[in-house]
């Protein structure tokens, strides 16, 4: 399977319409202002290890056509009465999340990147009596949408980075240090809880230790909330992910942000964002 880079959304609504035995049809919505092309995405059916396997598939990208992109419902299992009792997903980092079934027929998934999905199932009857009414599934996180509208910035030469936009300062900054690789990570608040200004200081006065031997800009991490403080924090160059991800675990951070050369930058949820809850934030219920 090919990997390929898929852009976090925080809304849309995924509809499922099956009868008493089978899935008949799967539409997707995702809302994103920034990343057009993916609020319509269609599924294609497979066979997969005696479920029903669902492929992502966008006929607008030339690039993803006929390709498995990560982010996919992997099987989806069906019990006598034809009620849904499994869904397996692939995340882009290839971790599991799962769909299991209470007696109110009730659904929760937590994706490893930070979606959270509930659905509330069509009844037996229901389902005999309407066999195309759709199962609507929710998506929303709170914090995925702050991290997509933060602005993360370097003082000097001054850039500013968003997440999923291209950006050529950097792209240039990257070439004169011939580097190909970037990570900007803060030491500041972790796990997102507000920390004394004594220990965000020397937490950054540590970070920048651990990263002196690659270049490094001092930048802002700057959000959307006015009450809420810049945190000082670090434009690592030539970094590799898997290090950026070390580093940004070891100050306990939710978040991190990599890219490289010419690629848009991407956000990295790190285990302290589930270990803290996170994940489940702002989720509308049925």
């Known amino acids: 399977m090919k990997h390929l880079p898929i852009p976090f959304e925080e809304?849309?609504?995924?509809?499922?319409?099956?009868?008493?035995?089978?899935?008949?049809?799967?539409?997707?919505e995702l809302a994103s202002?920034?990343?057009?092309?993916?609020?319509?995405?269609?599924?294609r059916q497979e066979l997969s290890n005696g479920g029903l396997a669902f492929v992502f598939e966008n006929p607008n990208l030339p690039s993803l056509v006929n390709t498995k992109v990560p982010f996919a419902v992997d099987t989806i299992q069906l019990d006598e009465a034809g009620e849904i009792?499994?869904?397996?997903?692939?995340?882009?980092?290839?971790?599991?999340?799962?769909f299991t079934t209470s007696f109110q027929t009730k659904f929760?998934?937590?994706?490893?990147?930070?979606?959270?999905?509930?659905q509330k199932l069509i009844s037996k009857n229901e389902s005999e009596s309407k066999k195309q009414k759709p199962f609507r599934i929710e998506v929303s996180n709170y914090w995925i949408h702050v991290y997509r509208q933060t602005k993360f910035t370097v003082i000097?030469?001054?850039?500013?980075?968003?997440?999923?936009?291209?950006?050529s300062k950097l792209n240039s900054l990257l070439k004169?240090?011939?580097?190909?690789?970037?990570?900007?990570?803060?030491?500041?608040?972790?796990v997102s809880s507000l920390a004394s200004e004594i220990e965000n200081e020397t937490k950054h006065k540590e970070l920048i230790s651990m990263v002196s031997k690659y270049p490094y800009f001092i930048g802002e991490g700057v959000g959307e909330d006015s009450?809420?403080?810049?945190?000082?924090?670090?434009?690592?160059?030539?970094?590799s992910e898997s290090k950026a991800i070390e580093i940004g675990e070891a100050f306990k951070q939710n978040a991190i942000v990599i890219g490289r050369i010419n690629s848009?930058?991407?956000?990295?949820?790190?285990?302290?964002?589930?270990?803290?809850?996170?994940?489940?934030?702002?989720?509308s219920n049925f």
């Open 264 to 283: 848009l930058p991407e956000l990295k949820l790190l285990t302290s964002f589930y270990d803290s809850g996170n994940s489940d934030l702002g989720i």
């Open 11 to 28: 809304k849309g609504i995924i509809e499922i319409f099956k009868n008493e035995k089978s899935i008949l049809r799967i539409n997707v």
């Open 227 to 239: 009450t809420w403080t810049p945190e000082k924090s670090l434009l690592i160059l030539g970094i």
């Open 108 to 118: 929760l998934l937590m994706l490893p990147f930070g979606f959270c999905l509930k």
């Open 33 to 43: 202002s920034s990343i057009e092309h993916y609020q319509a995405l269609s599924f």
């Open 85 to 98: 009792t499994h869904i397996g997903s692939l995340s882009p980092s290839n971790s599991d999340g799962v």
């Open 156 to 167: 000097a030469p001054e850039i500013s980075i968003q997440i999923s936009v291209g950006n």
């Open 176 to 190: 004169k240090n011939r580097c190909k690789s970037w990570a900007y990570i803060t030491a500041f608040n972790p």
